[in-house]
């Protein structure tokens, strides 16, 4: 059984920093996708930043900021966030690739269906 647990959000001020953690279990945490979405308010969740195939993918309003990266001893993902603005405030979830039929959504290579619950970003300017 996959589970995804999420920490590590706050609320800090524009120019601040914070790191997301994500204790995996449950998966082959070396060779199965993983990576990071976010739900603002009246807003459709979407991708930021994985791990897949080819490497590490970020949409372009993180890139320069955000860091994603695994510590494969502890299987912990990591998001590193540098320079928060106010519009990076949402939740942020972990998540892990699953068979595209299971449903889920598609981030560059990966299909992602297995989710975390959550942890809240919030970022005051």
């Known amino acids: 059984q996959v589970q995804l647990s999420e920490s590590g959000g706050g609320s800090v001020e524009a120019g601040g920093s914070l790191r997301l953690s994500c204790a995996a279990s449950g998966l082959d945490f070396g060779t199965t996708c993983m990576g990071w979405f976010r739900q603002a308010p009246g807003k459709e969740r979407e991708a930021v930043a994985s791990?897949?195939?080819?490497?590490?993918r970020y949409i372009d309003s993180v890139k320069g900021r955000f860091t994603i990266s695994k510590d494969y001893a502890k299987k912990i993902l990591y998001l590193q966030m540098n320079s928060l603005k106010p519009e990076d405030t949402a939740m942020y979830y972990c998540?892990?690739?699953?068979?595209?039929?299971?449903?889920?959504?598609?981030?560059?290579?990966?299909?992602?269906?297995?989710w975390g619950q959550g942890t809240q970003v919030s970022v005051t300017s």
């Open positions: 998540a892990a690739d699953r068979d595209q039929y299971a449903g889920g959504t598609w981030f560059g290579l990966c299909h992602f269906g297995y």
């Open positions: 791990f897949d195939a080819d490497g590490t």
